[in-house]
């Protein structure tokens, strides 16, 4: 920069910084004051509060600044617990109104704030936390989707068939469970460069990772894992004596419940093995680079080979009207399901996720089936259009799919619809939901639902860094 620029610019530019509390005070004096009380937060950063005032001050609708002011931070105010024990950081992080961390939702939670943690070493010490803890809860049961802080406490589902243990609270097999603890350890250790997480004991989770997909091919036997659940909810047991629907074993993994905790009608959930191939290889050059682990790493990279052929073999299907989609569920024997479910992973959240590209012609083909209504789940109301899935039914729009809808679009258009739609929908409350009603957002589940909020905030920003002129 020249002198004379210098001049010019620097007194503005630290003007702005000085201004920049003032405005973002100002923009929430517009509306309601929903975000929990200082004194009561969990846990504070002064990274996410400075990235809260530069957007709140930078963007023209007040509306979505006040809302991305309270949703950005969510996870921190009300979800975390953070300390240190023998001298390692431990956080345990709940997923809001269910007193329980899921390892697919603690992942999910704190990934936004990685880009952050080089400016706050506090925050870096949380999300290590996060992996510390879950390293242990795979070690744990690598079947179970959701754990307790207290390691000894006995779960309200302990009358169900499978086999629990102290400290779990749910024992859902879901493939995407493990390759969330991948997902965040790979994008910890790329934002921070920081090994200590990944110590013998984390070493010793992905090998436990790699025997559980590698069991659940089914190529020798059902496996351990069983569930049955006394319920007269379909979607809370398994079919087949709790094994779940058969799948011919082709080299896809056995899901036998959906990020959304439901069961899967064929056992072969596709997101999730996309997911697998994704989490494996990074597991893979984690192992090459902290451990020197050749031969386990080797294993990984073989084993998301085996799993990509297997998906480009079985999980693409012909529909009738779009040519070549991905399934949502198969089993191997030519049968299949086509729709989508707002949860994460779902085929829109594929580019999200590093799985295809987002230029991929049978991810946009399974893109436009899933935002139709070739998709039965797909919600066309008064109050807005969105994905929903079976959790809660039809007629009801997950905010975390339109969130989804917008991360993984390339069309401004179609971004600010997203936005708007989002807007307009939070019935007054500031926060994200897990489902409104696509007519009545008044009529929605899950008033506290951190990680919906906290990806909404991941979304809003991504936005702001990308495309301001959206937020105007």
């Not at 023209?60 to 809302?67: D, I, P, R, S």
């Not at 990934?111 to 070493?121: F, T, V």
């Not at 091919?217 to 379909?234: A, E, I, M, N, V």
């Not at 829109?348 to 935002?371: C, E, F, M, Q, W």
Request: contains cysteine.
């Amino acid at each position: 920069m020249k002198r004379r620029e210098f001049i010019c610019k620097t007194p503005l530019a630290a003007s702005l910084l000085i201004l920049a509390p003032l405005l973002a005070r100002s923009v929430a004096s517009e509306f309601p004051v929903v975000r929990i009380p200082e004194a009561k937060r969990k846990f504070k950063s002064a990274a996410v509060e400075r990235t809260i005032e530069r957007v709140q001050s930078s963007i023209g609708n007040k509306e979505l600044a006040w809302m991305f002011g309270n949703c950005f931070p969510n996870t921190l105010d009300t979800t975390v617990d953070f300390e240190i024990i023998n001298g390692r950081p431990d956080t345990y992080v709940i997923t809001g109104d269910i007193d329980a961390m899921w390892l697919r939702d603690s992942s999910a939670q704190v990934w936004p704030y990685l880009p952050l943690i080089q400016q706050d070493e506090t925050l870096r010490q949380l999300i290590a936390g996060v992996i510390n803890r879950q390293t242990r809860c795979v070690l744990k049961d690598p079947y179970a989707n959701a754990f307790y802080k207290d390691e000894n406490k006995v779960s309200q589902w302990k009358s169900d068939f499978t086999e629990m243990k102290p400290g779990v609270h749910e024992r859902k097999w879901e493939v995407d469970s493990l390759c969330y603890t991948l997902r965040l350890a790979f994008g910890y250790w790329q934002a921070s460069k920081d090994t200590a997480p990944f110590d013998d004991a984390w070493r010793e989770a992905v090998l436990k990772i790699v025997q559980t997909f590698r069991e659940q091919q089914r190529k020798d036997g059902k496996g351990s894992y069983h569930f049955l659940r006394r319920t007269d909810s379909q979607k809370d047991t398994l079919a087949g004596r709790g094994y779940g629907n058969p799948g011919k074993p082709v080299g896809l993994i056995f899901s036998m419940f959906r990020p959304s905790d439901d069961a899967t009608v064929f056992p072969y959930l596709v997101p999730a093995n996309f997911f697998s191939v994704v989490s494996l290889r990074q597991a893979a050059e984690m192992l090459e680079q902290i451990h020197r682990d050749v031969v386990l790493a080797n294993q990984c990279r073989a084993l998301a080979g085996e799993v990509e052929q297997a998906l480009k073999k079985y999980a693409v299907v012909h529909h009738a009207h779009l040519g070549q989609v991905y399934a949502y569920e198969v089993d191997g024997y030519g049968n299949h399901y086509c729709i989508d479910d707002g949860n994460i992973p779902s085929l829109l959240s594929l580019p999200y996720l590093g799985a295809v590209k987002s230029g991929d012609p049978i991810y946009l083909n399974t893109r436009r089936l899933v935002l139709s209504d070739s998709n039965p789940y797909y919600c066309q109301g008064q109050a807005a259009n969105g994905p929903g899935g079976p959790h809660v039914g039809k007629d009801m729009i997950w905010p975390l799919g339109l969130i989804m809808q917008g991360l993984t679009s390339t069309n401004d258009k179609e971004i600010h619809s997203c936005l708007t739609a989002l807007q307009t929908t939070h019935a007054g409350t500031g926060f994200m939901h897990e489902a409104f009603n696509k007519d009545d957002p008044t009529q929605f589940t899950r008033s506290w639902f951190a990680w919906a909020n906290t990806i909404f905030g991941e979304f809003v920003l991504k936005t702001f860094e990308q495309n301001p002129s959206l937020l105007s």
